[in-house]
């Protein structure tokens, strides 16, 4: 497991945590609950049945290579077998570890909340491509990550880092990506809810958590599906 690192200051965070739920309207029959996802007032992102019998929460950052693994090895098992047919819902919650990672995030909750769910997977997909800029970056990149205001900061990582192009794949121009990379508001709201988090016990990612109980020493597929299965 990937600890939290910190090696760029964040943006200030918020005085006040957000309230974190939404909600929910009563849900409709449907025979592929994957593509019912709904955005909370945090930022986080429910995905699947509402009355699920299981609710799972999975803690994940863009720039952890473990989560990446997870997305590999689980992804398509928890759709197929668990959040498709009703049986869980999926709460997916970004654990901000580092600005490269605040960037991603935000580009990855750009748009509409149905969208989230692809954009969050051609990160993850493609994390193998990209996260090598990040141990060797240069100074002069360094340089463009950490001087002027905070969207030209994300611009220069977005470029750098390739973003630009998974974004583009995704259907949104430059322009549409550059408006989501200058929300500050939401830039505060994943910072604020990793702050929550943290204070809640997550300490590093991919976590998870069923039923609202924080899974101890449960950090892969292999681990997670016993325990989904329990609790089913």
Request: proline share 6%.
């Amino acid at each position: 497991m990937k600890t939290r690192t910190n090696w760029l200051a964040l943006p200030a965070l918020a005085t006040a945590a957000l309230m974190l739920g939404a909600t929910t309207p009563a849900p409709q029959r449907s025979s592929n609950w994957n593509t019912t996802v709904t955005r909370t007032a945090g930022g986080s992102h429910l995905i699947g049945n509402p009355r699920a019998e299981v609710k799972l929460t999975e803690y994940v950052s863009y720039t952890c290579p473990h989560c990446a693994a997870f997305a590999r090895s689980g992804d398509n098992a928890l759709e197929l077998a668990y959040v498709g047919p009703g049986r869980v819902q999926l709460e997916v919650r970004n654990f901000v570890r580092d600005p490269v990672d605040l960037t991603a995030a935000m580009l990855a909750n750009c748009g509409p909340a149905s969208k989230f769910p692809q954009n969050h997977k051609a990160f993850m997909s493609r994390q193998a491509s990209w996260l090598p800029t990040l141990a060797n970056r240069t100074p002069a990149q360094v340089q463009r990550w950490t001087t002027g205001d905070y969207a030209a900061r994300r611009r220069a990582m977005a470029a750098d880092f390739g973003f630009y192009t998974i974004m583009e794949s995704r259907g949104y121009t430059r322009a549409e990506a550059n408006r989501c990379l200058a929300d500050n508001a939401l830039a505060t709201r994943l910072s604020e809810g990793t702050r929550a988090d943290a204070n809640t016990g997550v300490t590093g990612t991919p976590s998870f958590a069923v039923n609202g109980r924080l899974l101890a020493g449960v950090h892969d597929w292999t681990a997670l599906a016993p325990v989904i299965d329990a609790a089913l």
